[in-house]
């Protein structure tokens, strides 16, 4: 009997931090109105499919045992979602290699949606138009499209109505992952209950002791944006902002000593990313993020510290543009 081996198609999928993430009161559907600005980040989950009998879906590396395998895994929903799209029946294999943290607040499971349409319309030989593939990334989760997308881009709306942003030059990152996770839910919940109750972040939550801006609401990207198209890191610091971030603190309070401890060590500006718990902190070059990593992971403030930079692409298939 013949046995086919079928090579998998392997796609790269990286990680997001919100440089800014404003926050809007919530809508009648429940989702809060968002004005952000992403940037992808050399961090990244493989995403690998072969042809199988069924779907499945295996997970492997960075905290796995907290990831379900079944239809409640954001890969076998994209896998179910484009087989639906194009009227086929979801039959794959689909491993996924986590180097994201899970419940981190840098879009994980997003990505691995995304790495799975890349991958299956690539396996299935459906070459979708981008707008067929933006769309159904668009009804897998607000953060989909982006991953897709990669880059550095302004999201509004749920954060899936995307503008490409210009920018100079990279940007260097040191991120802190912490010890457990954050539920996004839990932390726009944390955001809505602290607003209501018109309740202050607190004295004394940045490295120097000054009082942080706690519930103020972010205003306008613009000087961000300005930053990034004048590719000076030492702009961008100041600018960065995280309407989460006064929830992700109340909820765990233990980050406010990371981000002091990864200023005190030389960054220009931590942030919580996204929802939280993973610290996120701005460098003045490749060397300083260096330097700054060494010296946080000698700190025990967190789990695990990695260097990372963006902007980066969205999801590919490796070895697509022969450099891989
Ligand atoms: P975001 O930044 O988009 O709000 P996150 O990075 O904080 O999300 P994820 O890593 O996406 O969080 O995981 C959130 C939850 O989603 C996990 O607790 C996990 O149970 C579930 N989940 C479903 N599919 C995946 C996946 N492929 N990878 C990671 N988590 C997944």
Redesign the pocket.
């Known amino acids: 009997m013949l046995t086919v081996v079928h090579e998998p198609v392997v796609v790269q999928v990286p990680a ?1 931090v919100n440089l800014h993430l404003g926050v809007g009161d919530p809508r009648p559907d429940g989702y809060h109105e968002l004005a952000t600005v992403f940037q992808a980040l050399s961090l990244h989950d493989t995403v690998s499919v072969v042809p199988a009998h069924g779907l499945e879906v295996r ?1 492997r590396g960075e905290g796995s045992r ?3 395998t079944d239809n ?4 076998w929903r994209a896998a179910e979602a484009l087989a639906a799209h194009v009227g086929r029946e979801p039959k794959a294999r689909i491993t ?1 290699d ?1 180097g ?11 990505a ?2 995304a790495g799975t349409l890349v991958a299956l319309d690539a396996m299935w030989g459906l070459d979708l138009p981008r707008d067929d593939l933006r769309r159904i990334a668009a009804g897998l ?3 989909v499209p982006f991953i897709l997308l990669g880059g550095t881009a302004l999201g509004t709306g749920r954060g899936e109505d995307l503008t490409t942003v210009l920018t100079r030059n990279s940007c260097h990152w040191v991120l802190a992952f912490a010890k457990g ?4 839910p839990d932390v726009f919940a944390e955001l809505d209950r602290l607003r209501a109750k018109g309740l202050s972040d607190g004295p004394g939550d940045d490295a120097q002791g000054r009082r942080q801006p706690g519930l103020r609401r972010l205003g306008s990207a613009d000087d961000l944006l300005q930053a990034l198209a004048a590719g000076d890191a030492s702009r961008l610091g100041p600018v960065l902002g995280n309407d989460l971030q006064a929830a992700a603190l109340s909820l765990r309070p233990d980050l406010r000593r990371t981000l002091a401890a990864g200023e005190r060590a030389g960054a220009l500006r931590g942030i919580v990313s ?2 939280g718990p993973t610290c996120a902190f701005l460098c003045a070059d490749e060397d300083a993020a260096l330097a700054v990593s060494l010296e946080l992971a000698g700190e025990g403030v967190c789990r695990t510290v990695r260097v990372a930079s963006g902007p980066v692409p969205g999801a590919r298939v490796l070895g697509d543009d022969h450099d891989d």
């Open positions: 997001k997970v907290f990831v379900p409640r895994n954001l890969a996924v986590k994201i943290p899970v419940a981190g607040g840098m879009a994980g499971g997003s691995d949606a989760g607000s953060d996770g954050l539920s996004t996204g929802s």
